[in-house]
């Protein structure tokens, strides 16, 4: 019987040894470990373009709302391999977006159409410190989630995780739905070994579109009356008359009051004939097709009465404002040729608006 003991218990010691030496993390207090990052009120224009930056929220170190802590042991010459998993579905493509800082970014998906999340963790994820993991991946000081990290084979010791250093940048993915928004999502699942959910990473907040509505008959005065000229008035191309004001005036406007939000966008476009002149640059169009007169145009400039207002192009004009915003421009007569006739002079613009 004890010949036949010896090989059973070489085999079990064997085994213990093997187990002492592998590489595991625990919790040290809780059972769970839930990182929640209250990113608040977030405001966003209305119509910002597809891959535009909604929101950074800078690096912070969000801890585990249970209280927990994350104690990992590492033997010397055992390697450990944390990923940062997505949960929330495949990866955005950001080749469809429009070029620019997040052009090759990986954009994780929320719960809100149209608005995607790049998260960026920190130490010791980013192999920035000698005791912790190095993305093999991505070569970057703050790697985009998802990514998978390893620990070099030279240190061994205690690692411990008391929060998730995180960087969080909304973006424009597409069209968005009339709002607010609730984000409530678990966007990382941080993975360790002997942890398949070691830590989760969640945001949530608030997202609202700063926009405007217009009532009635916004344009002031509408027709703009231009007055009443002499042919001799008009010395030749590119002569004018005196620029009359108008207004566009924008009503039910929500943004937040202490930042610069979404920018009034003003595209205008020739119906009933009128048509641009020249560069559109230069805001000139041509009367409609019932007008008497010959050799002039009509030309829209902005509130100060010098800078033209460009047709067929969204045009910033201004900020706007919580409740009426007030969009300020001119008008005036423009001689597109060599000889004016006399007749009643009409032109007919339709306008868009967007907030971006």
Not at 40 to 49: E, I, L, N, S
Request: proline share 6%.
């Amino acid at each position: 019987m004890r010949t036949s003991l010896r090989p059973c218990l070489a085999t079990l010691l064997v085994a213990l040894l093997h187990q002492t030496a592998a590489a595991d993390c625990v919790y040290t207090t809780g059972s769970s470990f839930t990182a929640t990052r209250n990113l608040g009120t977030v405001w966003v224009a209305r119509d910002a373009r597809v891959g535009a930056e909604l929101g950074t929220f800078g690096r912070v170190t969000t801890p585990a709302v249970e209280g927990s802590r994350i104690n990992c042991n590492k033997p010397f010459g055992t390697p450990m391999t944390f990923r940062a998993l997505s949960p929330t579905g495949p990866i955005l493509s950001s080749g469809g977006l429009a070029s620019g800082a997040f052009s090759d970014s990986k954009i994780l998906p929320t719960s809100i159409q149209g608005v995607g999340a790049i998260v960026q963790l920190w130490r010791p994820f980013n192999g920035q410190t000698t005791i912790g993991f190095a993305p093999i991946d991505e070569q970057s000081s703050e790697p985009r989630v998802p990514f998978t990290a390893q620990t070099t084979v030279e240190w061994g010791g205690h690692l411990e995780i008391v929060g998730v250093w995180n960087r969080i940048t909304l973006v424009k993915t597409g069209p968005m739905r009339p709002g607010p928004h609730s984000l409530d999502d678990e966007l990382v699942v941080g993975e360790l070994p002997g942890l398949p959910r070691g830590f989760t990473l969640r945001l949530n907040g608030t997202i609202n579109q700063a926009q405007c509505g217009v009532t009635g008959s916004p344009v002031d005065a509408n027709p703009v009356r231009l007055g009443t000229f002499d042919t001799r008035d008009f010395t030749g191309q590119g002569s004018s008359t005196p620029a009359v004001d108008f207004k566009i005036t924008l009503s039910d406007c929500q943004t937040n009051a202490a930042e610069d939000i979404a920018v009034a966008h003003i595209r205008l476009e020739g119906i009933l004939g009128s048509v641009p002149h020249g560069n559109r640059a230069d805001g000139i169009f041509t009367l409609t097709t019932d007008s008497d007169a010959t050799g002039v145009g009509i030309q829209v400039l902005r509130a100060d009465g010098v800078t033209p207002v460009a047709l067929d192009n969204d045009v910033p004009i201004q900020n706007i404002n919580n409740g009426v915003t007030v969009l300020g421009f001119k008008a005036r007569l423009y001689q597109i040729a060599d000889s004016v006739e006399a007749g009643w002079a009409k032109g007919a613009l339709k306008f868009t608006l967007t907030y971006q």
